[in-house]
């Protein structure tokens, strides 16, 4: 048992160091791959902008007057070729030359051929109308040349093709300035030969007959290949291409891998490393323990001794602790107290706000009340002489009032009642719309305007239903209180939506004299006599307001008028206490 103990974690050990090793490995493999994309796009876009430059000196030439001229057998065979020279000489290009539909060179630098078919690339797209090119080998005495070449096509001046300006350059000039310290690149054509490296062992090699031996294998989802060239091709490589058909050549590049392997040995072996000496650690602590309990069980009997001790002081502790118990029960008793003397000036105020308001709710049911007996009479009438849709019509319109006062005394007995239950979740939109049925008479009595967007769907808050209506009634009947005798009476209420939950009420009154103390217990600026302004609605609003978690601020709006605002915990947000 002793000895599979460390021959288990050995096997831990070891497998961890390959998982962080391949870990390592994958990680390092797809850098070099990202790092060989970014070469291979710039080796590429070396090759075709220095190729191009070539394309764009036969556009160039295209359109000069002396060739054109040549070409319609009006021009100076001595300028045309001067200037064919000339811009052979200053380009480096290989040959330039002028031909006709019919293949023949009317003019050419050193170096031109006599003639050539019209059918042949690239002139047989150039004599088309379009741009022509193509990568040619020419095979010579020695060593084969390899060139490419453009066509671009001459027009008259009613916008015939009547030849061609063709412009070729050999490609060892654009190898001859690569860096020397770039990774393998090599571009090969249709035919699946190198017509273009910064290797010179694999130009004009192709894969079946000349590339040296490599195995294709994938790893880490990377094409990998296993190469057999010598000591500047590397052995292991990363292999990658990217197809560039404006000039008919593939790009392709071999990026080393061997640091990837590198990097996830020496990975593997810091994890190994790592593993054993956190193995080494643990025997260490193991050892440290043991000689921890001996020493402890030598305590043990210390100990002993000091308990009597202990024990003596515990009693004086206990008697102590029995005199802080009494303390506490007497302190939460106090706490009841004031929670429940609370709870009755909390109902005290809906019951004062409902005596203020009894004349404009005898009001509110009277009204319905009347207009019920009168629809019954008449519904009596219209029975009486035949009448029934009317009477129907009538019947409709009492069973509309009477579910209106239902809702009245509904609202009210809501309003009056004493809520203690826990805070919960609570539609703001349906406790806002209880508020201003209550106090609707009072907007009415005292010409108050109530601009308010119902929202769409529920605003669901953490809140007690009756204590939060307590709260939107007592603002809207303090700012109408506050708007007697103003010329413009308006109160916007809003509800907005976010981290918290935002209720703002404003009205357009002479605005708040201290907004500091606003929400002291018995401040007021109303009038003794007056609504009952005793000075302790705000107050209350203000306890009940912190209980659910939220906050309430009374502040003056800079365009007049006093303005309060409730933020409440949105429903699903509220933190445990």
């Known amino acids: 048992m002793i000895m599979i103990r460390p021959f288990l974690f050995l096997c831990v050990t070891a497998l961890a160091a390959v998982a962080v090793g391949w870990t390592a490995y994958e990680d390092r493999m797809s850098r070099l791959a990202e790092r060989g994309e970014t070469d291979l796009a710039l080796a590429a876009d070396r090759v075709t902008a220095q190729l191009f430059r070539y394309r764009e000196l036969a556009v160039v030439l295209s359109r000069h007057p002396d060739l054109n001229a040549l070409l319609q057998g009006e021009g100076d065979v001595r300028a045309a070729a001067e200037v064919v020279q000339s811009m052979a000489d200053m380009t480096g290009a290989r040959d330039v030359s002028v031909v006709d539909r019919t293949g023949r060179i009317a003019v050419g630098s050193a170096g031109s051929s006599v003639a050539r078919d019209p059918a042949d690339a690239p002139l047989n797209r150039a004599l088309a109308g379009a741009l022509g090119t193509d990568n040619e080998i020419i095979v010579g005495p020695r060593n084969p040349t390899r060139v490419f070449a453009f066509a671009a096509p001459v027009r008259n001046d009613e916008g015939a093709v009547i030849g061609a300006v063709m412009t070729r350059v050999q490609v060892d000039h654009i190898e001859n300035n690569w860096p020397g310290d770039a990774p393998p690149v090599f571009f090969t054509n249709r035919a699946g030969q190198v017509f273009l490296s910064n290797r010179s062992e694999l130009i004009l090699l192709d894969r079946e007959n000349g590339l040296p031996p490599y195995r294709e294998i994938w790893v880490t989802g990377h094409e990998e290949w296993w190469i057999d060239g010598g000591r500047y091709l590397p052995a292991k490589a990363i292999h990658l291409s990217r197809d560039l058909p404006t000039v008919g050549l593939t790009a392709e590049i071999l990026i080393s891998s061997a640091s990837a392997l590198a990097s996830a040995l020496s990975w593997a072996l810091i994890a190994a490393g790592a593993f054993l000496t956190f193995g080494a650690a643990f025997v260490v602590v193991a050892q440290k323990r043991k000689a921890l309990a001996d020493r402890l069980e030598l305590e043990a009997a210390a100990n002993t001794m000091l308990e009597a001790r202990v024990a003596e002081r515990t009693q004086e502790l206990t008697s102590v602790n029995a005199d802080l118990r009494r303390e506490v029960v007497e302190r939460k008793e106090a706490e009841a107290a004031l929670k429940r003397a609370q709870d009755d000036l909390v109902q005290a105020g809906k019951l004062s706000a409902l005596g203020q308001m009894s004349a404009g709710i005898s009001h509110e049911l009277n009204q319905p009340l009347m207009a019920i007996r009168s629809f019954a009479e008449n519904g009596e009438l219209f029975f009486d002489r035949g009448k029934p849709d009317r009477a129907r019509d009538n019947l409709g319109r009492i069973s509309d009032l009477a579910r209106r006062m239902g809702r009245i005394i509904q609202n009210l007995r809501a309003f009056s009642r004493q809520e203690s239950g826990p805070i919960t979740d609570v539609d703001l939109a349906a406790v806002v719309a209880a508020a201003i049925e209550v106090t609707e008479d009072k907007l009415k009595q005292h010409d108050v305007t109530l601009a308010y967007r119902v929202p769409e769907r529920p605003v669901m808050v953490r809140g007690g239903e009756v204590r939060l209506q307590q709260v939107i009634v007592n603002l809207l009947s303090n700012a109408v209180d506050a708007m007697v005798g103003a010329p413009e009476r308006q109160i916007d209420l809003t509800i907005d939506t ?29 009038e003794v006599g007056r609504a009952g302004g005793m000075g302790l609605g705000l107050s209350i609003s203000y306890g009940l307001v912190q209980s659910f978690g939220g906050a309430i601020r009374g502040a003056n709006h800079p365009e007049g008028g006093a303005v309060f605002t409730v933020d409440l915990v949105p429903a699903g947000l509220e933190v445990a206490a």
Do not use: C, S, W
């Open 498 to 526: 976010g981290e918290a939950v935002r209720l703002t009420i404003r009205d357009t009154g002479p605005g708040i004299a201290n907004p500091d103390r606003v929400f002291d217990p018995f401040y007021t600026t109303k």
